[in-house]
């Protein structure tokens, strides 16, 4: 259906190390990948986006990795740091006209 | 600054109370969507606006009404709410829809911070 399932729920890692985070889907419709980050008392702002004819993307040191045959895509952060803290949600397009949401990844760099 | 602001940031309501969160986008954009972002749960869409015309309705209860004047502005009128009705809840824009399409980047606001007594 259009539901995102989203692991790991919480994460802690320590600066310099890589974190990653990976969300499933079922259907086969869905064209976009897009990923949120939200900082605390803020609303979710786009930070990478991948589009289904495409398996891997990269911006500076976050990287976003498509498999459409798996339905499965996944975030990856390198030489996290302290101020890459936040919730993470992954989403999909949906049928219609929006977006759905994974539950959110609750990221943790410790210095 | 956002391109997309909320009031009121929080809001607290008894269950009888009537009361409006407005939102208002400086993007020029065309579509604007509702959302609830409620603990350990994904945010959940509730209303998308597409140039004025509500184009998804996403099963939310009647106590709940949307309301959009114009492609700049949308309000979420609440009347007669639940305690679980507490949530954040949050306004975003984007581009032009079209169905099937790539929905684009959505820009969201800061949100507003609904409890229900």
């Known amino acids: 259906g259009e539901n995102v399932e989203q692991h790991p729920s919480t994460l802690s890692v320590q600066e310099g190390d890589s974190a990653v985070i990976k969300c499933t889907y079922s259907?086969?419709?869905?064209?976009?990948f897009p990923w949120y980050k939200q900082e605390l008392g803020k609303g979710p702002q786009l930070i990478i986006d991948?589009?289904?004819?495409?398996g891997e993307k990269k911006d500076q040191r976050i990287a976003v990795t498509l498999n459409k045959t798996a339905k499965h895509f996944s975030l990856h952060i390198t030489e996290t740091q302290p101020e890459d803290s936040a919730v993470y949600f992954c989403?999909?397009?949906?049928?219609?006209?929006?977006?759905?949401f994974g539950k959110g990844t609750s990221l943790l760099v410790t210095p | 600054e956002t391109g997309v602001t909320q009031t009121p940031r929080h809001l607290v309501m008894g269950m009888t109370n009537k009361k409006s969160l407005k939102c208002e986008q400086h993007?020029?954009?065309?579509?604007m969507y509702w959302y609830k972002q409620s603990a350990k749960k994904p945010l959940e869409l509730m209303f998308v606006?597409?140039?004025?015309?509500?184009?998804e309705n996403n099963s939310v209860p009647s106590r709940f009404s949307p309301e959009c004047p114009n492609s700049s502005h949308l309000f979420l009128h609440l009347h007669t709410l639940q305690p679980e009705d507490s949530a954040l809840y949050l306004c975003?824009?984007?581009?032009?829809?079209?169905?099937?399409?790539?929905?684009?980047?959505?820009?969201f606001g800061e949100g507003s911070r609904l409890t229900v007594l």
């Open positions: 975003a824009s984007s581009p032009l829809l079209r169905q099937g399409a790539n929905t684009g980047e959505l820009f």
């Open positions: 259907d086969s419709a869905s064209n976009y």
């Open positions: 991948i589009r289904s004819n495409v």
């Open positions: 989403a999909k397009k949906n049928s219609g006209y929006a977006l759905n």
């Open positions: 993007l020029g954009h065309n579509a």
């Open positions: 606006y597409n140039f004025k015309e509500q184009t």
